[in-house]
């Protein structure tokens, strides 16, 4: 297998092996790496990029069918399926409600409130008319740190958060933080290029700072709950704690 290059990536072995967060005989979860895409798609020209669907087919030996989407810069739960039936019988869960996907994301200032929601609509595929799309967030920390990342301000400012996207809008995390002017840390396309460029000079880190961190769902065969979280990368945790969090304190 490949050694991994592209960009907006962490360093891995030459043989790469997808971590698996759970795994019965109809379905596994993955824990993705950045700079991981789900599969190959025509816009995709870079001749580097890596492609979850066809590392776990090698690595597992037989065809997997993913059933949801997260964006290449991101990391965390991958869920899916290991034949075409058990497929289609949880797809219908990730077209409502009853899937319940939880990220982790750390953000330019202090968030206004502990719980809330950002109600934006969202252009879909980010061209064409709006869609209702909704964002539900818990502020988990806060930090100030004594290092001016702007000019007009001597200290700077940050949260930690977790989000619960309601709808599954492109970019819908990323972009309703921007909307409301708390970027994602490390963001290179909707994020704040001033605030990614601190970021690299004080810590070394040029990462995205959004993770999928928790899923829930009703097993559709074996009819149980189903909980499965996946660790923040290396990057992550280490940005938190130059912010002062130890993340491992908010995992509950």
């Known amino acids: ?38 599969h190959k798609t025509p816009l995709e020209r870079d001749p580097e990029a890596l492609f979850a669907v066809q590392i776990l087919s ?17 990391s ?44 934006q609509p ?19 920390a806060k930090s100030e740190i004594p290092y001016a990342s702007s000019s007009r301000y001597t200290t700077s400012r940050y949260s930690l958060v977790k989000v619960y996207p309601h709808t599954g809008r ?15 840390v490390g963001d290179k396309t909707h994020g704040d290029n001033k605030q990614n460029k601190f970021f690299n000079r004080q810590f070394s880190m040029n990462l995205m ?9 009703n097993h559709p ?3 149980v709950p189903i909980n499965i979280k996946a660790k923040p990368p290396d990057h992550f945790k280490e940005t938190a704690l130059h912010l002062g969090w130890p993340i491992e304190s908010f995992d509950h």
């Open 170 to 184: 492109m970019h819908q995390i990323r972009r309703h933080f921007a909307h409301i002017r708390h970027y994602i």
């Open 58 to 74: 090698e690595q597992l030996g037989i065809k997997v069918f993913p059933l949801h989407r997260i964006d290449r810069p991101t």
């Open 221 to 223: 065969i074996r009819h």
């Open 76 to 119: 965390g739960i991958l869920l899916f399926a290991k034949n075409a039936k058990a497929a289609s019988l949880l797809q219908p869960q990730f077209a409502g409600t009853s899937i319940k996907k939880y990220y982790l994301s750390i953000v330019r200032g202090h968030m206004p409130d502990e719980h809330g929601f950002i109600d």
């Open 209 to 217: 700072l959004l993770h999928a961190w928790n899923m829930e769902f």
């Open 1 to 38: 297998m490949k050694e991994m290059r592209p960009s907006d990536q962490e360093p891995f072995p030459d043989m790469i092996q997808l971590p698996v967060l759970f795994e019965d005989e109809n379905y596994l979860a993955i824990n993705k790496p950045v700079g991981v895409m789900v």
């Open 122 to 140: 969202l252009a879909k595929d980010l061209v064409y008319e709006k869609q209702p799309a909704l964002s539900e967030y818990w502020t988990l």
